[in-house]
């Protein structure tokens, strides 16, 4: 009767270890709708950096151009634009990425996650960058308007200047017999 009862333990002891192989495969399963809906949600994540990425490099290529000096204001009213269309994805996009870096639970994906928010720093640094090379474009224009206008008034000021003058210099020459007409 020991026999039976070793050969029943053993059995129950493959049992055991059969059963320990399968628990991860069991888990599984269950788990992968939820790893599936989390793959789609990094790769519609990575869809979406790629296109601010793309918006973050097209607004600093258009300040490339910058050794050629001041902007026209044109340039400078597109760029803004689109540097701004660019910036505001990004913080949507950051904002996005710290929400689901939060709720994930397996560490593949928090790695996954950290790579892509990394990617995305990148871009807000490189576009805060090319937001305050703008900013001083702007000033540039501001100030190349703000001495227009100057040298207009100096100009006007000067030629007023000059018919007071001309006014004035029968008066200083001791010439003050006024003409006919003006008696």
Same mark, same amino acid.
């Given at each position: 009767?020991?026999?039976?009862t070793r050969?029943?333990?053993?059995? +129950?002891?493959?049992?055991?270890?059969? +059963?320990?192989?399968?628990? #991860?495969?069991?888990?599984?399963?269950?788990?992968?709708?939820?790893?599936?809906?989390?793959?789609?949600?990094?790769?519609?994540?990575?869809? /979406?950096?790629?296109?601010?990425?793309?918006?973050?490099?097209?607004?600093?290529?258009?300040? /490339?151009?910058?050794?050629?000096?001041?902007? #026209?204001?044109?340039?400078? /009213?597109?760029?803004?634009?689109?540097?701004?269309?660019?910036?505001?994805?990004?913080? +949507?996009?950051?904002?996005?990425?710290?929400?689901?870096?939060?709720?994930?639970?397996?560490?593949?994906?928090?790695?996954?996650?950290?790579?892509?928010?990394?990617?995305?720093?990148?871009?807000?640094?490189?576009?805060?960058?090319?937001?305050?090379?703008?900013?001083?474009?702007?000033e540039g224009?501001?100030?190349?308007?703000?001495?227009?206008?100057?040298?207009e008034r100096?100009?006007?000021?000067?030629?007023?200047?000059?018919?007071? +003058?001309?006014?004035?210099? #029968?008066?200083?020459?001791?010439?003050?017999?006024?003409?006919?007409?003006?008696?």
């Amino acid at each position: 009767h020991s026999f039976p009862t070793r050969r029943s333990s053993d059995l +129950q002891g493959k049992l055991g270890e059969a +059963q320990k192989k399968l628990g #991860p495969y069991k888990r599984f399963r269950q788990e992968l709708p939820a790893r599936v809906a989390a793959k789609k949600a990094l790769s519609e994540l990575m869809g /979406k950096l790629a296109d601010v990425e793309l918006e973050v490099e097209k607004a600093a290529l258009m300040t /490339k151009s910058l050794d050629k000096g001041q902007m #026209p204001e044109d340039e400078v /009213k597109t760029t803004e634009e689109t540097s701004q269309k660019a910036q505001s994805g990004v913080t +949507q996009l950051m904002r996005l990425m710290d929400m689901r870096l939060r709720a994930v639970t397996d560490d593949a994906s928090k790695a996954e996650l950290s790579e892509m928010k990394k990617r995305a720093q990148a871009s807000k640094t490189k576009i805060d960058s090319v937001l305050t090379t703008l900013r001083s474009q702007r000033e540039g224009l501001t100030m190349a308007n703000v001495l227009t206008t100057a040298t207009e008034r100096v100009e006007k000021v000067e030629a007023e200047s000059e018919k007071c +003058q001309e006014a004035e210099l #029968p008066f200083l020459k001791g010439v003050e017999v006024l003409p006919g007409d003006e008696s």
